[in-house]
Structures are given as structure tokens and as C-alpha cells.
């Protein structure tokens, strides 16, 4: 979704604006509207913006500006639109390297043009982004399955691949739906699985180790809410299924 903030102190622009957004693409923007810059600022405090598009004659409007490319972490694209057109603003718009500087009274299909192609511009970096996160993903799952008896931690897999815990915990619950630490405790668990059914010789404090978990007892616990029982239990059912399969 692209969502623009309007900044304007005129109601006949908003209103532009609105019929122009309802016509070229409405489903994939979202406009929210401000009239003074201290309005503008309380709706930048909670939440994303892809675009504003502001009158940067307007008083306050300036510094509203100035505090938006101050900022680290997404910064939206500007489009400053104007009845007034001089050299000192068209200065300050290139200095915040604005997308354009229109002129009002605006041409209407000057603006969608432009909107239509940022919008479109946004897509395919998206799915630009996608591509590239995929590979990570699946280079985390072939590490925690080809290394079955190390315990990863965020930060471990995270250091190892240049990224930061927070992005790493977030990508992988975005691209599988949970998290990086119930997927893992899954994979062990299946692992668990197979040693207790495949390795009868094995004691199940050895299995435990080899896994990962030091104590023997909260292993036990971890495996008995995936699989229903313990992991005791679990071996003698599949020594019984094995002996009547006989």
C-alpha cells in the first residue's frame, strides 16, 4: 500500500486531491490529509509514509521538512506543489531533492502521471526486495538442518550473515510465519524424533546433549508439548509398533 500525506492549508486541494487518488488508483493508496504542519507531524509520528506532498510557502511547513530529512530511517519522497513558484523555493526543493515542483493550478494529468509511476516504482522494489530476502531464509533452514546438534542464537546466525538480530527475527517470521526460535525448537524436535525411534541405544540424556539441551528434564518437557509425551514414552510405543509390525 502507498500511503500519501497531503500538506496544504487549502480545502479545494484536498479535495483535488481525493478525486484525482479515486480515479487513478485508489485500492493501492491509502491519503491521509493535513492542514497545518503540526497536524502533519502528530500523523508522521504514527505511521509509514511513501510520499508527502506539501506547499512548502505554507509557514511551518519548512521545518516540518527539515525534521523529515533529519531522519535516519525511512524518509518519504517529497513533491512540492505551489501557487508560488520562485527561486529560493525552487532552491530549497532541489536541496531536499524533491521528486518535482508543480505549480498550481495543477494539471491533473501531469500529477497522476507521476503518482502512478512512483506507485509503480514502490512495487517493483518490493518485489526487488522479496527476491533478495528469499536466499537468507533459506540459507538459515540448510544451517540449522545440516548442524542438528548446535543450538543457534539470533545474534550468532545474524553476525554470521551481516545482518541485525531484529531484521533477521523479523524476516523470518515475515517469510514463514514463526519464529526463528519455534522453528528451531521444531527442527530439534523432529530430530529428537528420529534418534529416539532410529538409535534405541541411546540413552536419552545423551540425545538430549547432542542436540543441544543440557538438562536432560527440560528437554523432556520440550519434547512432551510437540509430541504429546515423553520422550520415554515415545520410545516404547515405537519399540511395541515395531514388535507387532513383526
Not at 483535488?16 to 502533519?40: G, K, T
Not at 529560493?88 to 531536499?96: D, L
Not at 540424556?205 to 536432560?216: C, N, P, R, T, V
Request: with cysteine.
Amino acid at each position: 500500500m502507498y500511503r500519501i500525506l497531503v500538506v496544504d492549508a487549502e480545502e479545494s486541494f484536498h479535495a483535488w486531491c481525493r478525486r484525482l487518488i479515486s480515479q487513478i488508483n485508489a485500492e493501492a493508496v491509502i491519503l491521509e490529509e493535513a492542514y497545518r504542519p503540526a497536524d502533519a507531524r502528530a500523523k508522521l509520528r504514527c505511521m509509514p509514509l511513501e510520499m508527502i506532498i506539501a506547499d512548502i510557502v505554507q509557514p511551518g511547513v519548512a521545518g516540518l521538512i527539515e525534521q523529515i530529512r533529519a531522519q535516519s530511517r525511512h524518509r518519504p519522497e517529497l513533491l512540492v506543489v505551489s501557487a508560488v513558484c520562485d527561486a529560493e523555493h525552487m532552491r530549497r526543493a532541489i536541496q531536499w531533492q524533491a521528486l518535482d515542483y508543480l505549480t498550481k493550478p495543477v494539471r491533473g494529468e501531469e500529477m497522476a502521471a507521476l503518482l502512478q509511476g512512483r506507485i509503480e516504482a514502490r512495487r517493483q522494489e518490493a518485489r526487488r526486495t522479496e527476491v533478495e530476502q528469499q536466499p537468507l531464509v533459506q540459507a538459515i533452514h540448510g544451517m540449522i538442518e545440516a548442524n542438528g546438534t548446535h543450538m543457534y542464537s539470533v545474534r550468532e546466525l545474524a553476525d554470521q550473515f551481516g545482518v541485525t538480530p531484529n531484521y533477521l527475527s523479523y524476516l523470518f517470521k515475515k517469510k514463514t510465519g514463526t519464529t526463528f526460535s519455534a522453528y528451531q525448537c521444531e527442527m530439534k524436535m523432529e530430530q529428537a524424533r528420529r534418534l529416539l525411534a532410529d538409535q534405541p541405544q541411546m540413552r536419552v540424556y545423551e540425545i538430549a546433549s547432542m542436540l543441544g539441551y543440557a538438562d536432560e528434564k527440560y528437554f523432556s518437557r520440550v519434547f512432551g508439548r510437540f509430541h504429546r509425551m515423553t520422550p520415554s514414552q515415545y520410545r516404547v510405543r515405537m519399540e511395541s509398533e515395531s514388535a507387532w509390525a513383526l
